[in-house]
């Protein structure tokens, strides 16, 4: 693999990492802006303007735009997270410059016509209404606000109905010029590419990309804990955790990722062998850590019958205060192996490629290597896997939320607010 870098003078950074063997490429646009830059007036909008992307532009109509990538082949998506929206597509090699315009036409030449405007708000709204019927989700979305009240990062990517209603052309086009600049964006192609193609034709195409960085985010700063319980007739009850974690450029950020593997990453987790698999308390059950640029979310998630929530959730908290001063060697080794190989099977998808580096440079300024990772991975050891734990159950008040029937889930929420020794609680019913 040749991973290469260039710099365009708008300060648009385009990265790529040649793999010759293939026949295809994947390529994509990463903008550095998501759900946390949303002023209050603004929530969704982030995710608004990643749907009217593919609406139309001035020079395609929003059906010539999938039709012209899909004659060659290829396919267009996009994505919205907290700090960043993607665009991207998947392509022959012969067809990488096609894709790239396309890409480009979409972002520098969007119409944001009226009629289709409304037509995708009331998609939009349909899509919250969804995931409003789905629980997993609902119960994820109480544990953001506790996470992170009062600020975008606790707000849902989605929007409101009400807050949809009150964007139109304008607004989505000043969000577009003040968020999306040169310094902000990544243009990231793997696969079937050539360097210089790509900067060349990302010169010619993105050259409205320029100027200085947009505005920053305000700082997360992570809640005082509680919880919310929810009470909705459902056959399961939806029980949530979260506790602040640690930003993507911290020394103990693989530490804490290896300790989070152990606890709920896999079917050989402590969390899944003693709740499902010994006591037969869940169906699901796993324990995540996502970093951020300046904060980071860790979260467990499972689903019972209610009235096992309150069993449930007190193993849940013996198991983590126990594993923190209980880590093993072969615990320690089977987790980095685990990471290692989702590492590198990561290298072997264009697509994942494509992702990996577009977030290493706009998290880190530049690509880490294959070997960079490895190393950081394979210096984690038993003590410093403890380390990390201990900081994680030190640095915040836990964060409960949970969603369902019964008067099983108030001792649940109970047990687990007790995980650090502190208690604070709101209900809600």
């Not at 038993?382 to 008040?397: M, N, P, Q, W």
Request: hydrophobic content about 40%; some cysteine; proline content about 4%.
């Amino acid at each position: 693999m040749a991973v290469e870098v260039t710099k365009l003078p708008s300060g648009l950074t385009v990265v790529t990492d040649s793999m010759p063997h293939l026949e295809t490429a994947a390529l994509g646009v990463w903008a550095g802006v998501g759900g946390r830059d949303e002023k209050p007036n603004e929530h969704g909008i982030s995710h608004l303007l990643e749907h009217m992307a593919f609406k139309g532009t001035k020079t395609r109509s929003s059906r010539q735009i999938v039709e012209e990538i899909e004659a060659v082949g290829g396919d267009l998506n996009a994505a919205t997270s907290t700090e960043t929206t993607a665009f991207y597509a998947r392509v022959l090699k012969a067809d990488v410059p096609l894709g790239l315009e396309v890409l480009s036409d979409i972002l520098a030449n969007p119409t944001f016509e009226p009629e289709e405007l409304e037509r995708e708000k009331s998609v939009i709204v349909q899509e919250i209404g969804a995931a409003q019927d789905t629980p997993d989700d609902v119960v994820f979305e109480h544990l953001n606000e506790l996470c992170y009240p009062d600020q975008p990062m606790g707000r849902s990517l989605l929007g409101t109905a009400k807050t949809l209603k009150g964007f139109d052309r304008d607004m989505l086009q000043n969000y577009l010029s003040t968020h999306y600049r040169g310094p902000d964006m990544v243009i990231a192609a793997t696969g079937a590419v050539n360097h210089r193609q790509v900067v060349a034709e990302a010169h010619k195409h993105f050259a409205s990309f320029e100027g200085t960085a947009g505005p920053k985010p305000q700082p997360a700063s992570f809640g005082k804990g509680g919880s919310k319980v929810v009470h909705r007739d459902l056959e399961q009850a939806h029980l949530t955790l979260a506790l602040e974690g640690l930003p993507q450029a911290h020394q103990e950020l693989f530490s804490l990722q290896v300790f989070t593997n152990i606890l709920g990453g896999g079917m050989s987790s402590r969390l899944f062998q003693e709740v499902r698999e010994k006591r037969g308390l869940c169906y699901s059950i796993y324990s995540f850590h996502a970093p951020y640029s300046d904060t980071g979310f860790f979260g467990l998630y499972t689903g019972t019958d209610p009235n096992d929530a309150p069993e449930m959730m007190e193993v849940i908290v013996d198991i983590i205060r126990e594993s923190v001063e209980t880590l093993t060697e072969a615990e320690i080794a089977r987790a980095k192996a685990q990471m290692k190989a989702g590492l590198l099977m990561a290298l072997e998808s264009c697509s994942s490629r494509a992702e990996q580096l577009a977030r290493h440079m706009l998290a880190y300024g530049r690509p880490l290597t294959a070997e960079e990772l490895i190393q950081r991975i394979d210096a984690v050891s038993v003590e410093s896997a403890r380390d990390a734990a201990r900081g994680l159950l030190t640095r915040s008040r836990p964060a409960v939320a949970a969603l369902g029937g019964g008067r099983g889930l108030d001792t649940a929420v109970a047990f687990a607010e007790g995980l650090t020794g502190v208690r604070d609680k709101t209900l809600l019913h």
